[in-house]
């Protein structure tokens, strides 16, 4: 279809330099013997940034006249249907495809679905079937009336033709390095045909000897009474029932005690078969060691049974202790016994019986297989028995009984026999015992260090009642007229001071001015009075003069820094000149500075703002109202709040850990470390939106990024920072000048061609030709 160039969509001649008007089309010349048409079922839409699948219906006919649209009309151009390719499903990124292909020398249609080819009835192509299966999409119409020799489908993404003329019968020359090939696959086939019968010729060899054994002693191998018999392992006699290898040496070692016995609870893992077919057994196979009638270890029966005797008789003992619990108990003739130990020492004594059970049955070592994995486990058990001791939640550190009296209580001395039955090696503490005094003590000075921390947090905070209070402070960007010298702390300090004054029983008390994180290794200042009053007013903390001696009395300081004014007489206040001690090390500040500038280009993850613009202009509302952040005040004092590090959800995220930009300075990291906040993030405005970014992020990546927040086209942004237009996409952030706090305006062109209504434009013309796309990017296709 013929398309002029006019206006704004004029043609750009490289011979003139200049737009022309001009006509573009398409001029078929020659074509194919088969002829493959892709119908545009994938779209991409510019509303959503992703593919889309047009579901609506498109006529094709079987018979494809292409005479009209050729340049030459002298030949014979008749194609005829051969294939049909469907796609099933609503979305472009998943779904089903399936193939309808026309067998050439028959004319009969074949259905390719995976693994399964079915033959279709008659020699019509059927395509209602798969319509039927398709998922409904949202503008769902009414299949169109297709007369004969043509199709609807709503599902066909690709036709292909052939042409009428060629021949039906096709003779075809296999190469001579293609026979070759085949024909080496052939003897390699009957190569394994020919082993896999040989190993069946041995299998059944074998399988007739062992059937003429496994029929002559079967008759024999149960054990009549009063005979002499053998215990061997059921799993080995089933391996020689069932498989048709010869089966392994016999092993009994797994069902042995640590005694070198017949364990008692592996009986079940044992079969008892008549001495004479154990005779044989051993003399063919090998193994051992020979199970026989004296094989039961009988301490092992007797110490199963007492636990099991224990173990019934545990719930007459639970309540004959509940009731003893009852009674009060008189004088001091009871013992001391925890009360979580009362409250779970039932669970306590069957687990403890349960464990007994265990380390009989696994004490073997060559039952383990390996003894050091048995010693770890018996470790392993051990350090559990102790966690679980009765009554050791009463035992102070010092192995005496604990001061707390909560946490225990006096039962009789009945009760405490019951419970000595099942814990023989629990503590013993009779109610006349005395508690820890060593505990005694430490409580004591606990007591006395709480009361000592009350009261020099109450002194501190009433001689230092400025520090406490921000408002009280003073400021150097309007320096106070009452005084010309003001000292200097880490805002460290004074955030770690206050902490212990509002708690000081769970704070520890600070006894010292660490004033050389303010400093570089030679001693010198690392802050200039500008920088202080600045972007380095948040690591410091200024202190009058009167303060400073309390400070002194109070804390131990390890240098002393002030910053002093000097003015003239009857000068003006702001010719004032300012002088620190100790003075500013120039060459500290200037690395410290030139690695801030290398860190703000060389960071792993930081915040940076997209501002979307039209016209020049900040707008409002962005195209994805329901992502937009809200601007009320107290909705940017949370955000502003919250914690570095922590993933804003309405913003998209692609890299990972965050991680703090690096510092090299070695004081810069130890008050990083120390918690010194930076400044004042940068707040957001309605519109605005933050993402997470690193240095090496290329442009791209974040014009994805984008698309996906703003419904805004990779191809349709134009991004600018500081006036600077952004359009290298293969550059990263950190070379295109993008630092951590960087707002960067988005103007988004407006798309031309409208995707989104294509669906209704292909309703409409079904069965016929869409009409052409029109855009200054889009080309015929």
């Not at 921000?470 to 010309?484: A, I």
């Not at 990779?714 to 630092?739: E, M, P, W, Y």
Request: charged letters at 30%; hydrophobic letters at 30%.
């Amino acid at each position: 279809q013929e398309e002029k160039l006019e206006g704004d969509n004029r043609y750009f001649c490289e011979t003139c330099q200049s737009k022309q008007n001009a006509t573009r089309k398409i001029r078929l010349l020659s074509l194919p013997c088969t002829l493959n048409l892709q119908l545009m079922r994938f779209v991409f839409d510019r509303q959503t940034g992703h593919k889309k699948k047009l579901n609506t219906y498109i006529g094709f006919s079987e018979l494809l006249d292409m005479e009209p649209f050729m340049e030459q009309k002298n030949g014979v151009y008749v194609y005829e249907l051969s294939a049909v390719l469907i796609h099933r499903g609503v979305s472009a990124y998943s779904g089903h495809y399936i193939a309808h292909v026309k067998d050439p020398q028959t004319g009969e249609w074949y259905k390719f679905n995976d693994e399964d080819i079915e033959k279709m009835e008659g020699k019509k192509l059927q395509l209602g079937i798969e319509e039927d299966l398709a998922e409904p999409s949202k503008s769902q119409t009414r299949k169109p009336k297709c007369g004969k020799g043509t199709h609807c489908s709503r599902n066909a993404y690709m036709l292909v033709y052939r042409l009428q003329t060629r021949e039906k019968s096709l003779t075809v020359e296999v190469p001579a390095f293609l026979q070759e090939l085949v024909e080496r696959d052939n003897c390699k086939f009957e190569e394994w045909c020919n082993e896999m019968a040989e190993m069946r010729k041995q299998s059944v060899a074998r399988g007739k000897i062992k059937h003429e054994e496994v029929k002559e002693l079967y008759k024999r191998l149960p054990a009549e009474a009063g005979s002499p018999y053998d215990f061997i392992s059921l799993e080995w006699l089933q391996k020689w029932l069932d498989e048709s290898t010869p089966p392994k040496p016999i092993d009994n070692t797994a069902c042995l005690c640590s005694h070198g016995k017949l364990h008692p609870d592996k009986i079940s893992m044992m079969k008892r078969i008549s001495e004479y077919v154990a005779d044989f057994f051993y003399r063919r196979y090998g193994g051992g060691p020979r199970l026989n009638v004296k094989a039961l270890c009988k301490d092992c029966v007797v110490e199963r049974c007492r636990i099991l005797r224990l173990k019934n008789q545990l719930n007459e003992d639970y309540k004959t202790v509940t009731n003893l619990l009852k009674i009060t108990v008189k004088g001091n003739d009871g013992f001391w016994v925890g009360k979580a130990s009362l409250r779970s020492w039932r669970q306590l004594a069957l687990e403890q019986l349960n464990e007994q059970d265990e380390d009989a049955e696994h004490s073997n070592g060559k039952m383990n297989g390996n003894a050091q994995k048995g010693n770890e486990s018996n470790e392993e058990k051990r350090e559990e028995e102790e966690e679980l001791n009765f009554n050791e939640d009463i035992v102070c550190p010092h192995g005496d009984l604990c001061i707390s009296e909560n946490d225990r209580r006096v039962v009789s001395k009945e009760a405490w026999e019951k419970l000595k039955q099942y814990f023989p090696k629990a503590p013993e503490f009779p109610n006349s015992k005395e508690c820890c005094s060593q505990c005694k003590i430490l409580e004591r000075e606990g007591e006395e260090n709480e009361a000592l921390h009350k009261m020099m947090a109450s002194e501190q905070k009433t001689s230092l009642q400025n520090l406490f209070h921000d408002k009280c402070r003073p400021c150097l960007g309007s320096w106070p007229q009452e005084t010309d010298e003001l000292y200097i702390v880490s805002q460290f300090f004074v955030e770690e001071w206050r902490k212990f004054v509002r708690r000081p029983t769970r704070c520890s008390p600070v006894s010292s001015v660490g004033n050389s994180a303010l400093l570089c290794p030679h001693g010198g200042l690392m802050f200039t009075y500008a920088s202080m009053t600045k972007e380095d007013s948040k690591l410091i903390a200024l202190i009058w003069p009167s303060e400073w001696e309390r400070i002194q009395k109070l804390f131990v300081v390890d240098h002393v820094i002030k910053i002093t004014r000097t003015r003239a007489a009857g000068a003006d206040p702001e010719s004032a000149v300012y002088t620190s001690e100790p003075q500013l090390c120039p060459e500290c500040r200037e690395g410290l500075l030139c690695q801030q500038q290398r860190d703000l280009r060389e960071y792993t993850q930081a915040t940076i703002y997209i501002h979307k613009v039209v016209d020049n202009k900040k707008v409002m509302k962005d195209a994805a109202p329901e992502l937009n952040v809200s601007s009320s005040e107290a909705e940017e004092e949370r955000e502003e709040n919250k914690p570095e590090g922590e993933q804003d959800p309405d913003f998209n995220q692609t890299n990972g850990g965050a991680k703090r930009q690096k510092i090299s300075h070695q004081n810069y990291i130890t008050y990083q470390k120390q918690g010194i906040r930076r400044s004042t993030r940068h707040r957001k405005v309605r519109g605005e939106k933050a993402f997470l970014v690193s240095a090496n992020q290329t442009l791209k990546d974040l014009k994805i990024q984008i698309m996906n927040a703003f419904s805004v086209a990779t191809f349709d942004q134009n991004l600018s920072i500081d006036g600077k237009i952004l359009s290298d996409d293969t550059a990263t952030l950190g070379s295109l000048g993008v630092i951590p706090e960087s707002v960067i305006l988005l103007k988004a062109d407006e798309p031309i061609a409208d995707y989104a209504a294509m669906d209704d434009i292909m309703q409409g013309g079904a069965g016929g030709t869409p009409a052409g796309f029109r855009g200054s990017g889009e080309g015929a296709s």
